[in-house]
């Protein structure tokens, strides 16, 4: 999550060496909690094996592996609560069983656990201190893996996996068959310009409930918030060919973002 390949890096940069430790820590944890269903043909029993590490590093039981050594010194200095870690396995295990969603809020309910759970552990970490920092960390959360969907779509359904909501793909008259012709037709943008939509929107209600208290404390999130929102709009502006090549934003672009959003939430604007 920290190298300088990833969306992460330019967030984390800014953090003070304790709590970018802590993040990098959890990160990890969750990533490879993510990987046991990616990258190992979806085995139950690793998902099993890493609740049992989460569970021996509250437990204060020895540990296994790398990631959970790395992250059990953290819980207990931030104050971290397993039921978040907890709800990012359980949202890693619907990958296991649940390959279409029918409504968005079935989708929502997805994005809250693999997301917003995350984005929760992170708050406790960057040391929030106003309530409605919460609700910042949960929409953001959903507005983050709205837009890792959208830009994800090609490689998904790859996995045989479409998040898309089958409704919405009713509506617009789009089928699973024309998803993996991977065709940008007049369908097909309307389709993947409502969730871009309904993505904006979800950033939209993060920066409303951002409390100004904590907008310092919470800057790294912020930062992350602004690169994927640059990321959604790269989407948008490729006509949302989100199949022949997986958009990104080039390094520069990524650093120039973290040092405004940076520099605009230290001066207070």
């Known amino acids: 999550m920290a190298r300088r390949d990833t969306n992460f890096y330019y967030s984390f940069v800014v953090l003070p060496a304790r709590q970018r430790r802590a993040i990098v820590a959890v990160w990890e944890f969750c990533r490879a909690v993510d990987d046991a269903v990616d990258e ?75 997301a917003s759970a995350v984005g929760l552990i992170c708050i406790e970490i960057f040391g929030y201190r106003h309530p409605a920092s919460r609700q910042y960390a949960i929409d953001l959360g959903v507005a983050l893996q709205l837009t890792n969907i959208l830009r994800d779509l090609g490689r998904d359904l790859a996995m045989g996996r479409i998040y898309l909501p089958l409704e919405d793909l009713l509506r617009y008259g789009v089928t699973e068959d024309d998803l993996r012709a991977g065709v940008v037709t007049k369908n097909m943008r309307n389709l993947l310009a409502h969730q871009a939509e309904r993505a904006r929107g979800y950033y939209q209600r993060a920066a409303r409930a951002l409390p100004k208290p904590d907008a310092r404390r919470l800057v790294a999130a912020q930062i992350m918030g602004a690169i994927y929102y640059d990321l959604l709009r790269r989407i948008e502006q490729s006509g949302y060919d989100v199949f022949s090549t997986t958009i990104r934003a080039p390094r520069p672009a990524k650093a120039l973002i973290a040092a405004k959003t940076w520099a605009r939430t230290m001066a207070g604007i």
């Open 40 to 114: 190992k043909a979806g085995e139950k029993g690793e998902l099993l094996a890493w609740r049992g590490e989460l569970a021996a590093c509250f437990g204060g039981q020895p540990v296994r592996t790398r990631e959970a050594r790395n992250l059990e010194p953290h819980i207990q200095a931030f104050k971290l609560t397993r039921q978040n870690f907890e709800a990012v396995i359980d949202g890693v295990e619907m990958d296991l069983h649940r390959l279409r969603y029918t409504t968005f809020d079935e989708l929502h309910k997805y994005c809250l656990r693999v």
